[in-house]
């Protein structure tokens, strides 16, 4: 065939090959005719067109590297190789190939009989691309394979089968190529970490792998991988078997993604080239159970790689919890737990995790297997294991989990929220920064603070993220109170979209138990208005409906006297908090607002009995909702006088007939009705004579309130309004009965 560049028409092309005088000779009658027959047998496109290269066509000629019997090169072929394109063969000219030169075969029938081997495999005619045969005379006699790509042998006949058995495997285009690589392959090799009899080193490959790309393989030369380095293994076999645990599977193809074996020629310690890494125990028990865990995963990206993890991989350990059995510490993972990104598996390094320790175990292993079947079964999403370890010094087992609380009811609590679809988590103490006091009573501490590692209300990270910490005090039954205190507002608009727990910490100086929220609502303590403001809160249906609260009294400045009669007295005062409102599709506060204290004085029978009664008069309809708008309760400490949070008020006379009247009158009010009160005679002013006839006497008064009148949406008070006081005489048989007709 001439070297010179020739299109030919494919459906002529063994014709041509038969008719043509063949012009090229590699001068060995075996090798020339080996060729002629390979040529004539092409029958399809892709078949492999076998050429006699002359070595003159080659430029650019570089040695890649050296391994037993066998040199590598790169070089640039100018005429290049033929190809069929668009129902023609033409030539790609100056290509890239690789030149691999056999040294010290006796007969040109042994080199004729390697080739052979190749255009036999599928695997290798579409990987190593064989394009044919060349021969450096000037230097020897030995015969060169000229190739696209090309892969190396180890010399030891149980690891080449091996390795050429898995090549053959290779079905898909995405699955690795398993390959020998030289050990001088690799540069820039540092030790990572070693545990037991393996040594893992982080190492550049200079070539870098085989993968398929626009319908070729090539390679992506200087790629990053993990060494891992197996020790006094007596038996190549040893190494074969355990690299058949991850040469099948998605998990040795997702997650470890094995490239191939080397082997130190100093140590003679054979070498797994891995993508990614994981550790062995050294305990069988363990390692079996670990790698049938590993061997399970991949069923969804989204699925935790269980491992061993040797304890020197974790630093910064400090302790947070304790007792009689389990130890719970904080610490930093060096490596990292393995998550998928971008179409692959990478490790997420410099992870905080939690690290449980068990104590005084009588089968330390068993139970260890055991812990982790159960939450194996679990929801992971966000309570994930990642894996087991040893404290060298006491033998301690160790499960490696994202969070852990240490509390058995806490976690399974936490667990079942989650398999339920209900965001909650266990936050350790240490991710909570700039804490400020915001307020606090007998019962609990509320806190602002700022959470490291937060999450957003669509569950995806945010960093940073400003939240309110609800400190508990004093609980006989605290892990209850906190399971309780959730389930209340687990469900329903007010737990979902105004409360809005994140999740549960723990102070470890004090052991109070810490519900994370985005807004938070106080408690009185007092069991019979903590349930009814609670169950208010639980029929919340509309973003305008008011939130009605236990408010300490600390929480009020400004407190000025308005009014009083028997049975109470009215202030004005600022709320420094203020109420919770929707605004842009979120609760939040409307701080230092200005409020009615209408507090109820502690000669009552059952004060608490009257402040509920009170709110469930004016919790529905047009009047309590537009006209008093309740915001809470509270209770003076230093008098014991409950006290309701208003917008306005309305006075009581003290006579249930008059008061009942009243309110039946207020409650069918619209907006342009004048809203019918009590008024405490001390409110006016400015009292003059007017007339006055047999029984009516009429003054002129100041009222220092002022009526309620609606205007620009609300309620409000026309103070210091003018009016008119129209007195009965005394003498009515029953004067509370005349003035009600008379209203």
Avoid at 151 to 175: A, P, R, T
Avoid at 262 to 291: A, C, R
Avoid at 337 to 357: F, H, I, M
Avoid at 413 to 437: T, Y
């Amino acid at each position: 065939m001439s070297s010179q560049s020739e299109d030919i028409e494919y459906s002529t092309y063994s014709e041509h090959l038969k008719n043509n005088i063949i012009n090229w000779t590699s001068g060995n009658k075996k090798i020339d005719a080996f060729i002629q027959e390979v040529q004539l047998g092409i029958d399809k496109s892709d078949g492999t067109i076998l050429e006699w290269i002359p070595y003159s066509q080659f430029n650019e000629i570089k040695e890649v590297g050296r391994h037993g019997f066998i040199t590598v090169y790169s070089a640039t072929w100018n005429d290049g190789p033929l190809y069929h394109q668009w129902g023609e063969y033409t030539r790609a000219s100056n290509e890239k190939v690789t030149l691999k030169r056999l040294h010290n075969l006796q007969d040109p029938t042994e080199f004729v009989n390697e080739i052979k081997k190749y255009l036999a495999r599928k695997f290798d005619n579409k990987v190593l691309n064989i394009y044919g045969i060349t021969q450096n005379i000037s230097i020897s006699s030995d015969y060169i394979l000229v190739q696209k790509n090309f892969i190396w042998s180890s010399g030891n006949e149980k690891i080449d089968e091996f390795i050429q058995d898995m090549q053959l495997k290779v079905k898909d285009y995405d699955d690795a190529v398993l390959e020998w690589i030289p050990y001088n392959q690799f540069n820039e090799i540092k030790e990572v970490g070693r545990h037991g009899f393996v040594t893992v080193n982080s190492a550049t490959w200079n070539d870098g792998p085989l993968y398929y790309q626009w319908g070729g393989y090539t390679r992506v030369s200087n790629v990053k991988v993990t060494l891992k380095c197996l020790h006094n293994l007596q038996d190549p076999i040893e190494f074969v078997n355990e690299i058949k645990k991850y040469s099948t599977g998605k998990f040795g193809e997702k997650v470890l993604k094995v490239y191939g074996i080397s082997q130190n020629l100093n140590t003679n310690d054979y070498i797994l080239v891995q993508k990614n890494f994981t550790w062995i125990s050294g305990n069988k028990e363990i390692d079996d159970f670990i790698q049938d865990m590993q061997l399970k995963v991949i069923k969804d990206n989204d699925d935790t790689v269980l491992e061993w993890i040797p304890y020197d991989r974790f630093s910064k350990i400090e302790k947070t919890s304790k007792n009689s059995f389990i130890t719970v510490y904080s610490a930093i993972w060096n490596d990292g737990p393995l998550y998928y990104q971008c179409g692959g598996y990478t490790r997420d390094s410099n992870k905080e995790v939690a690290l449980k320790w068990f104590h005084n175990l009588q089968n330390p292993v068993g139970f260890i297997i055991n812990e982790v079947k159960k939450y194996s079964a679990k929801n992971k999403s966000f309570h994930m294991l990642y894996g087991i370890s040893q404290n060298p010094d006491t033998n301690n087992y160790i499960l490696v989990f994202n969070w852990t609380s240490g509390n058995e009811k806490i976690d399974n609590f936490i667990q079942e929220m989650l398999f339920n679809d209900k965001m909650l988590e266990w936050i350790p103490h240490s991710q909570f920064n700039e804490i400020k006091e915001m307020g606090k009573n007998d019962l609990m501490t509320v806190c602002s603070a700022i959470w490291k590692n937060g999450r957003d209300d669509e569950y995806t990270s945010n960093l940073n993220k400003e939240v309110v910490l609800k400190c508990l005090h004093n609980l006989q039954n605290p892990v209850e109170f906190v399971i309780n205190e959730i389930k209340k507002y687990s469900t329903g608009r007010f737990g979902e979209k105004v409360i809005k727990i994140y999740g549960i910490s723990q102070n470890l100086n004090t052991n109070d138990y810490i519900l994370v929220q985005k807004n938070f609502t106080w408690i009185s303590g007092n069991e019979k208005i903590d349930e009814f403001i609670q169950k208010v809160q639980l029929k919340i249906e509309d973003y305008n409906d008011i939130v009605l609260e236990w408010i300490p009294y600390n929480q009020f400045n400004e407190i000025k006297e308005m009014g009083k009669n028997g049975l109470m007295t009215v202030y004005s005062a600022i709320w420094s908090d203020g109420p919770l409102y929707y605004q842009d599709g979120e609760y939040t506060r409307d701080s230092n607002k200005k409020v009615a204290l209408k507090c109820f004085h502690t000669n009552l029978q059952d004060p608490i009995e009257l402040v509920i009664n009170e709110i469930k008069k004016y919790s529905t309809g047009k009047f309590g909702d537009k006209v008093l708008k309740v915001y809470g309760i509270s209770q003076n400490l230093n008098t014991n006088d409950y006290i309701l949070v208003q917008k306005n008020f309305t006075w009581i006379s003290g006579n249930e007939k008059m008061d009942e009247f009243i309110q039946e009158v207020q409650l069918k009010i619209g907006y342009n009705d004048i809203v019918l009160e009590w008024i405490p005679y001390n409110q006016f002013n400015e009292i003059k004579e007017m007339r006055k006839n047999g029984l009516i006497a009429g003054y002129s008064a100041i009222w220092s309130n002022g009526p309620l009148y609606y205007q620009d949406g609300e309620y409000t008070r026309a103070s210091n309004k003018k009016v008119a006081l129209r007195y009965f005489r005394t003498n009515l048989q029953d004067p509370i009965e005349f003035i009600i007709n008379e209203v």
